[in-house]
């Protein structure tokens, strides 16, 4: 059996003390590669480890740290939100890891770290000790050696041990010895850690491999590859439960417990939950319809996917690979599903690809993974949808929300585009991207009225684009302007039947315009509308609904005015005199 090679945290190549990162505007050779005249981009991948001592909240979220050397380093926050997404999980004690690190020179001559992406930035709650002590015990207990694994429980290295099933990186020999480790050596705290907080694709990932950059939460296909050896564990994993096929197949099987003391398996949702059907559409094959009437908010779907690829990957083919590997690991079940979707791209790419490329959905708008999921797979456009799906990175999980009541044996849609342009420019988009002629509700208006809707969408594009233009400016003036866009904005949703998740950006817009003016007590109302449209779309365990949420947690103690609805209205939009 080919060797499961697993993460160092201690290796001081991949994960660097602040003394040894490169330095912001230098050319570092050992970390950069030349990608053009006078041009660099990393080479590698790196990231920076360190236990948070001090919290600072003052205009942006800063922290100050310590690394594996006890350099003291500050952490600046110039995010799009200046940290306040990090507010609440930032606890001395707490671990930050920030990915592609480098030395910054801050304009009162200190020198720290400058973090601008929130997607490489994760903050764990466990201190840098405990993290790295749980690096040693998974390069100890996690790979094969000569004559097998060592027993977390008992430290008997043996070829037939068990595998956890929550958190795959310890193994056992029975379940005297899984007692044994969960309640005496630690691994009660050491499995919620890695399964709780991703840590297990940050153990499996192959740090030394640079196809594309990465971003938190880190999933495959950029873990190592141990050959069909590692394929079988992760089937075991899989099968969990199962007597028969895959888990037996498998020399080492994965560990359960009944008691929910243990390790355990998620899942699925209960299809007897279910308010839709899956059902052939004239003109469209299948698609999913409403078998009830599903009010407004309701969570329609939960997926998890049955495998995820890179999004931004140039390589076709090493992609094309990926997906053939995936494939090959799926269950015989699972596969006839898959080959069961469509494939609008031919023989331009094998069966899998095509089949992949068509049906992939993003695990989050600006993500460079995505998703395959068979029952989401099946649910059509539509221009004017009545469903949003979003993917919930603190679940795992593909939803699908009803924007609006939906009735029943009515189909369920999604919108397929980034934003929803004019007329041509939706038919165009969609042609060229998804091969079809979109005949929904909103492309069959009469023309007059079709006219109507894209003079309103084009303004909608023109308003949106001013938004940002408007914090440049300064005072009351500015501050009316920018607010009278962003509701200008929303009247015309209204007017157009927009209710997906536009709506909770632009009321976050108006959110991020009132902090910008540090207007706290509409910056609470707007946070407030915020999170009730991210709730409708995305669900209260949505993260940017939680990350609301707390926005508005902050500002319990803002009181704003006691008005009539009316009154209100004007005051919020600055209509009336404050």
Same mark, same amino acid.
């Given at each position: 059996?080919?060797?499961?090679?697993?993460?160092?945290?201690?290796?001081?190549?991949t994960?660097?003390?602040?003394?040894?990162?490169?330095?912001?505007?230098?050319?570092?050779?050992?970390?950069?590669?030349?990608?053009?005249?006078?041009?660099?981009?990393?080479?590698?991948?790196?990231?920076?480890?360190?236990?948070?001592?001090?919290?600072?909240?003052?205009?942006?979220?800063?922290l100050?740290?310590?690394?594996?050397? @006890?350099?003291?380093?500050?952490?600046?926050?110039?995010t799009?939100?200046?940290?306040?997404?990090?507010?609440?999980?930032?606890?001395?004690?707490?671990?930050?890891?920030?990915?592609y690190?480098?030395?910054?020179?801050?304009?009162?001559?200190?020198?720290?770290?400058?973090?601008?992406?929130? !997607?490489?930035?994760?903050?764990?709650?466990?201190?840098?000790?405990?993290?790295?002590?749980?690096?040693?015990?998974?390069?100890?207990?996690? #790979?094969?050696?000569?004559?097998?694994?060592?027993?977390?429980?008992?430290?008997?290295?043996?070829?037939?041990?068990?595998?956890?099933?929550?958190?795959?990186?310890?193994?056992?020999?029975?379940?005297?010895?899984?007692?044994?480790?969960?309640?005496?050596?630690?691994?009660?705290?050491?499995?919620?850690?890695?399964?709780?907080?991703?840590?297990q694709?940050?153990?499996?990932?192959?740090?030394?491999?640079?196809?594309?950059?990465?971003?938190?939460?880190?999933?495959?296909?950029?873990?190592?590859?141990?050959?069909?050896?590692e394929?079988?564990?992760?089937?075991?994993t899989?099968?969990?439960?199962?007597?028969? @096929?895959?888990?037996?197949?498998?020399?080492?099987?994965?560990?359960?417990?009944? &008691?929910?003391?243990?390790?355990?398996?998620? =899942?699925?949702?209960?299809?007897?939950?279910?308010?839709?059907?899956i059902?052939?559409?004239?003109?469209?094959?299948?698609? =999913?319809?409403?078998?009830?009437?599903?009010?407004?908010? &309701?969570?329609?779907?939960?997926?998890?996917?049955?495998f995820r690829?890179?999004?931004?990957?140039?390589?076709?083919?090493?992609?094309?690979?990926?997906?053939?590997?995936?494939?090959?690991?799926?269950d015989?079940?699972?596969?006839?599903?898959?080959?069961?979707?469509?494939?609008?791209?031919?023989?331009?790419?094998?069966?899998? =690809?095509?089949?992949?490329?068509?049906?992939?959905?993003?695990?989050?708008?600006?993500?460079?993974?995505?998703?395959?999921?068979?029952?989401?797979?099946?649910?059509?456009?539509?221009?004017?949808?009545?469903?949003?799906?979003?993917?919930?990175?603190?679940?795992?999980?593909?939803?699908?929300?009803?924007?609006?009541?939906?009735?029943?044996?009515?189909?369920?849609?999604?919108?397929?585009?980034?934003?929803?342009?004019?007329?041509?420019?939706?038919?165009?988009?969609? !042609?060229? #991207?998804?091969?079809?002629?979109?005949?929904?509700?909103?492309?069959?208006?009469p023309?007059?009225?079709r006219?109507?809707?894209?003079?309103?969408?084009? #303004?909608?594009?023109?308003?949106?684009?001013?938004?940002?233009?408007?914090?440049?400016?300064?005072?009351?003036?500015?501050?009316?302007?920018?607010?009278?866009?962003?509701?200008?904005?929303?009247?015309?949703?209204?007017?157009?039947?927009?209710?997906?998740?536009?709506?909770?950006?632009?009321?976050?817009?108006?959110?991020?315009?009132?902090?910008?003016?540090?207007?706290?007590?509409?910056?609470?109302?707007?946070?407030?509308?915020?999170?009730?449209?991210?709730?409708?779309?995305?669900?209260?365990?949505?993260?940017?609904?939680?990350?609301?949420?707390?926005?508005?947690?902050?500002?319990?103690?803002?009181?704003?005015?006691?008005?009539?609805?009316?009154?209100?209205?004007?005051?919020?939009?600055?209509?009336?005199?404050?």
């Open positions: 059996m080919p060797a499961q090679k697993y993460t160092n945290l201690r290796n001081e190549a994960f660097p003390p602040f003394t040894k990162l490169p330095e912001e505007y230098g050319i570092d050779l050992s970390f950069h590669e030349s990608s053009g005249p006078f041009e660099y981009q990393p080479s590698r991948h790196w990231c920076f480890l360190a236990e948070i001592s001090e919290v600072e909240i003052f205009i942006r979220l800063r100050i740290v310590r690394d594996k050397q @006890g350099a003291v380093v500050p952490v600046a926050f110039y799009d939100d200046r940290g306040e997404e990090f507010v609440y999980q930032a606890r001395k004690g707490f671990t930050v890891m920030i990915l690190a480098d030395q910054h020179f801050f304009l009162d001559m200190t020198t720290g770290i400058r973090l601008e992406e929130e !997607s490489l930035c994760k903050i764990v709650p466990a201190s840098l000790n405990e993290l790295l002590s749980l690096s040693d015990k998974v390069g100890r207990y996690s #790979t094969w050696q000569t004559g097998g694994r060592t027993c977390h429980g008992c430290d008997e290295k043996r070829v037939d041990l068990q595998k956890c099933a929550r958190c795959g990186m310890f193994w056992y020999c029975n379940k005297s010895c899984q007692t044994t480790g969960w309640q005496s050596k630690g691994h009660k705290r050491d499995c919620n850690l890695i399964r709780e907080n991703g840590l694709a940050m153990f499996l990932m192959d740090w030394d491999r640079f196809e594309h950059f990465i971003e938190f939460p880190l999933h495959e296909p950029i873990v190592r590859s141990a050959g069909t050896a394929a079988m564990e992760r089937l075991a899989l099968s969990i439960g199962n007597d028969s @096929g895959a888990s037996r197949a498998a020399e080492e099987t994965a560990m359960t417990s009944k &008691t929910g003391e243990g390790p355990s398996t998620s =899942m699925n949702d209960s299809q007897a939950d279910r308010v839709y059907d059902q052939p559409i004239p003109s469209k094959g299948k698609g =999913m319809v409403a078998t009830a009437k599903i009010p407004q908010g &309701t969570r329609i779907l939960s997926e998890v996917p049955l690829i890179p999004r931004d990957n140039p390589n076709i083919s090493a992609v094309d690979a990926i997906v053939v590997n995936e494939v090959s690991r799926l015989p079940s699972q596969q006839r599903e898959f080959f069961s979707l469509t494939n609008i791209h031919g023989t331009k790419h094998s069966a899998a =690809m095509g089949i992949a490329r068509t049906n992939v959905l993003p695990l989050g708008s600006d993500s460079r993974s995505g998703g395959l999921f068979p029952i989401a797979s099946r649910i059509n456009h539509s221009c004017r949808h009545n469903a949003q799906n979003t993917w919930n990175e603190k679940i795992g999980r593909l939803t699908i929300h009803a924007l609006r009541d939906i009735e029943q044996d009515e189909e369920i849609t999604i919108c397929y585009l980034p934003t929803t342009g004019p007329y041509e420019e939706r038919q165009q988009h969609l !042609s060229a #991207t998804f091969k079809f002629t979109c005949t929904c509700e909103l492309c069959s208006l023309r007059a009225q006219e109507i809707s894209n003079a309103r969408l084009c #303004t909608i594009q023109e308003l949106d684009a001013q938004i940002p233009m408007v914090l440049w400016g300064e005072g009351v003036r500015w501050k009316e302007q920018a607010l009278g866009l962003v509701r200008s904005v929303l009247d015309l949703f209204h007017e157009e039947g927009i209710q997906d998740a536009h709506v909770a950006r632009t009321y976050y817009d108006a959110y991020q315009l009132a902090v910008h003016f540090e207007d706290e007590r509409r910056a609470k109302v707007f946070a407030q509308r915020t999170w009730e449209a991210r709730c409708v779309a995305e669900g209260e365990d949505s993260p940017t609904a939680a990350k609301m949420r707390n926005a508005v947690e902050m500002r319990r103690h803002v009181k704003v005015p006691e008005l009539d609805e009316s009154g209100f209205e004007k005051w919020l939009w600055m209509e009336v005199d404050n």
